[in-house]
């Protein structure tokens, strides 16, 4: 496959040494002769070697490449409605068969390297002793042999040479060798070759339906340039090689098609839908062409349901005595996402005006990760956050001050500026938070875990700007601060008498950064008592 040239030439030329006889005067050869003849049979049996070798290398090869895509088909014809089990079950047999052909296919190359390098000497020591046999053959070609001399010492010594070569080279091959096969992927490339190739699935409408048709691709990005080259011809169909001009690309939603690892791309010529072998191929592809996620609509439609109204407060708690029942050492609550589709299907069932809130969730097969996520997208829909546009500036300067305590007086007074129903919302959901944290050594969801997932979450700015994103760490203080100090600051507003402490002026310049909460040494709260809430 590599060298088809060289395979046969060596099977051309093994074929003409075995028909090749020297003819001997008398019926006792001497040893002259006989050195001729071994010489001949030597070289004749290296060119036989070197072509079985070769012809066995490739066999090898090509029956674990058979092997490995035979497994991807049916892999690739893989329903997404199955069970996850099965999935991942099947995702792990693919992997193990994927590494065995990248193996081989690292052992192939080495092998044809090393039958490449080996015939340099191999080849032409033998024909180096046939000279010299018929150059020693009699008297007569002294002087002969006497001229050949320079020119056989300096081939000994190349050949020498290349020999040595060759052995000291061995062991850096195969060391090269074995880090390859542990890093065998499809990798995005630069410069003048294609950003991205590999094999690809195309959805082809034929006239008795749809197929999935096996291509090899390659996208070259600086021209927008998807080159799509069939690999198995189908019958009565005549396939020829597509160049098409990329537009867009944007990653299939899950619930859309049947396959999976799916995504389309808009061309100039016509749209395509497209399957990758992995989940991994095809976030490399949606990389290379600068792939988008697609577009989900809100499920809360109306401007009411996205208030703080009695329906909001109802599904806030319903969620946070779910995860408090059944969630609390889960690893990774509130940071692992649920499924979209999930969460939309949740929160449409719970906020239709038709029957609102009639939802019971433990009637339902909703697991953790979709609870949390729909009680996240709840908070972040509000129509204004929750620690409100007004308060967001005051409370980011807080955060901003060196001064502990006087983060904590500050943060303290500033809760009780909000809105009486905010508030009441805020310390319902940080108590829920504190009891979450008094877990953290089984859920692994510390203080500063929750600060920025929740920061974002309760506080933005009104205008999105640049300096607005720079303190959204600012935030994730903020959020640590009513963690940390729940019941100092939820236990009722600080004294009036008593003005908030003001941040000392600083003398020296700063020679370090502000010292953070989340840079503290994580500390272990006693759990709170969950609140008891109406079950339906």
Request: glycine share 4%; charged share 25%.
């Given at each position: 496959?590599?060298?088809?040239?060289?395979?046969?030439?060596?099977?051309?030329?093994?074929?003409?040494?075995?028909?090749?006889?020297?003819?001997?005067?008398?019926?006792?050869?001497?040893?002259?002769?006989?050195?001729?003849?071994?010489?001949?049979?030597?070289?004749?049996?290296?060119?036989?070697?070197?072509?079985?070798?070769?012809?066995?290398?490739?066999?090898?090869?090509?029956?674990?490449?058979?092997?490995?895509?035979?497994?991807?088909?049916?892999?690739?014809?893989?329903?997404?409605?199955?069970?996850?089990?099965?999935?991942?079950?099947?995702?792990?047999?693919?992997?193990?068969?994927?590494?065995?052909?990248?193996?081989?296919?690292?052992?192939?190359?080495?092998?044809?390297?090393?039958v490449q390098d080996r015939k340099k000497f191999d080849v032409v020591e033998p024909v180096l002793a046939f000279l010299q046999s018929i150059l020693t053959l009699n008297n007569l070609t002294v002087e002969m042999t006497q001229d050949f001399l320079p020119y056989k010492q300096e081939l000994q010594l190349s050949l020498q040479n290349t020999r040595n070569h060759f052995e000291s080279t061995r062991e850096e091959m195969e060391e090269l060798m074995k880090r390859m096969k542990g890093s065998a992927q499809?990798?995005?490339?630069?410069?003048?070759?294609?950003?991205?190739?590999?094999?690809?699935?195309?959805?082809?409408?034929?006239?008795?339906?749809?197929?999935?048709?096996?291509?090899?691709?390659?996208?070259?990005?600086?021209?927008?340039?998807?080159?799509?080259?069939?690999?198995?011809?189908?019958?009565?169909?005549?396939?020829?090689?597509?160049?098409?001009?990329?537009?867009?690309?944007?990653?299939?939603?899950?619930?859309?098609?049947?396959?999976?690892?799916?995504?389309?791309?808009?061309?100039?010529?016509?749209?395509?839908?497209?399957?990758?072998?992995?989940?991994?191929?095809?976030?490399?592809?949606?990389?290379?062409?600068?792939?988008?996620?697609?577009?989900?609509?809100?499920?809360?439609?109306?401007?009411?349901?996205?208030?703080?109204?009695?329906?909001?407060?109802?599904?806030?708690?319903?969620?946070?005595?779910?995860?408090?029942?059944?969630?609390?050492?889960?690893?990774?609550?509130?940071?692992?996402?649920?499924?979209?589709?999930?969460?939309?299907?949740?929160?449409?069932?719970?906020?239709?005006?038709?029957?609102?809130?009639?939802?019971?969730?433990?009637?339902?097969?909703?697991?953790?990760?979709?609870?949390?996520?729909?009680?996240?997208?709840?908070?972040?829909?509000?129509?204004?956050?929750?620690?409100?546009?007004?308060?967001?500036?005051?409370?980011?300067?807080?955060?901003?001050?060196?001064?502990?305590?006087?983060?904590?007086?500050?943060?303290?007074?500033?809760?009780?500026?909000?809105?009486?129903?905010?508030?009441?919302?805020?310390?319902?959901?940080?108590?829920?938070?504190?009891?979450?944290?008094?877990?953290?050594?089984?859920?692994?969801?510390?203080?500063?875990?929750?600060?920025?997932?929740?920061?974002?979450?309760?506080?933005?700015?009104?205008?999105?700007?640049?300096?607005?994103?720079?303190?959204?760490?600012?935030?994730?203080?903020?959020?640590?601060?009513?963690?940390?100090?729940?019941?100092?600051?939820?236990?009722?507003?600080?004294?009036?008498?008593?003005?908030?402490?003001?941040?000392?002026?600083?003398?020296?310049?700063?020679?370090?950064?502000?010292?953070?909460?989340?840079?503290?040494?994580?500390?272990?709260?006693?759990?709170?008592?969950?609140?008891?809430?109406?079950?339906?």
């Amino acid at each position: 496959m590599l060298f088809p040239e060289y395979s046969l030439g060596v099977q051309k030329f093994s074929q003409t040494l075995q028909s090749f006889q020297f003819d001997f005067i008398g019926d006792t050869l001497t040893d002259d002769e006989i050195n001729i003849g071994e010489s001949t049979a030597a070289l004749n049996l290296i060119g036989v070697v070197l072509s079985v070798s070769i012809s066995f290398i490739r066999k090898k090869f090509e029956k674990e490449s058979e092997k490995y895509y035979s497994q991807l088909d049916k892999h690739m014809n893989l329903s997404s409605k199955k069970k996850e089990t099965q999935l991942q079950e099947a995702d792990g047999l693919l992997d193990k068969e994927r590494q065995a052909f990248y193996e081989s296919s690292v052992e192939y190359v080495y092998q044809i390297q090393q039958v490449q390098d080996r015939k340099k000497f191999d080849v032409v020591e033998p024909v180096l002793a046939f000279l010299q046999s018929i150059l020693t053959l009699n008297n007569l070609t002294v002087e002969m042999t006497q001229d050949f001399l320079p020119y056989k010492q300096e081939l000994q010594l190349s050949l020498q040479n290349t020999r040595n070569h060759f052995e000291s080279t061995r062991e850096e091959m195969e060391e090269l060798m074995k880090r390859m096969k542990g890093s065998a992927q499809i990798c995005i490339r630069h410069s003048q070759q294609a950003t991205m190739e590999g094999y690809i699935y195309v959805q082809e409408k034929w006239a008795l339906g749809v197929t999935w048709v096996k291509y090899y691709c390659k996208y070259f990005k600086d021209n927008k340039l998807f080159i799509m080259m069939p690999v198995e011809q189908k019958t009565g169909a005549r396939q020829t090689t597509a160049q098409l001009t990329l537009k867009s690309c944007i990653r299939r939603k899950t619930d859309s098609t049947d396959k999976r690892f799916c995504f389309d791309i808009e061309t100039n010529e016509s749209p395509v839908l497209l399957q990758a072998i992995s989940e991994v191929n095809r976030k490399q592809w949606m990389e290379a062409m600068d792939g988008k996620e697609p577009i989900y609509h809100s499920p809360i439609q109306k401007q009411a349901e996205m208030d703080l109204n009695d329906i909001g407060f109802k599904f806030v708690r319903k969620c946070i005595n779910f995860v408090e029942t059944k969630g609390l050492t889960q690893e990774g609550v509130y940071r692992t996402v649920g499924s979209n589709i999930q969460v939309q299907k949740l929160l449409n069932a719970f906020f239709d005006p038709k029957c609102a809130a009639d939802v019971d969730f433990n009637s339902t097969d909703m697991d953790i990760k979709t609870i949390t996520s729909a009680l996240k997208f709840y908070l972040r829909s509000l129509s204004e956050p929750l620690m409100t546009y007004s308060l967001h500036g005051e409370l980011i300067l807080a955060a901003k001050s060196e001064n502990l305590d006087y983060r904590l007086g500050a943060v303290h007074s500033l809760v009780y500026k909000l809105p009486e129903r905010n508030r009441e919302m805020l310390e319902l959901l940080i108590k829920h938070l504190v009891s979450v944290c008094s877990h953290s050594s089984e859920n692994l969801m510390t203080v500063s875990n929750m600060g920025v997932i929740f920061g974002p979450t309760l506080m933005r700015a009104e205008e999105e700007t640049v300096a607005a994103m720079l303190d959204i760490k600012f935030q994730n203080i903020v959020m640590e601060i009513l963690i940390e100090d729940y019941c100092k600051i939820f236990k009722g507003p600080p004294e009036e008498t008593i003005p908030p402490p003001i941040p000392p002026p600083r003398v020296t310049p700063r020679r370090r950064q502000p010292i953070t909460i989340s840079k503290r040494p994580p500390r272990l709260y006693p759990g709170l008592q969950p609140p008891v809430f109406e079950r339906k």
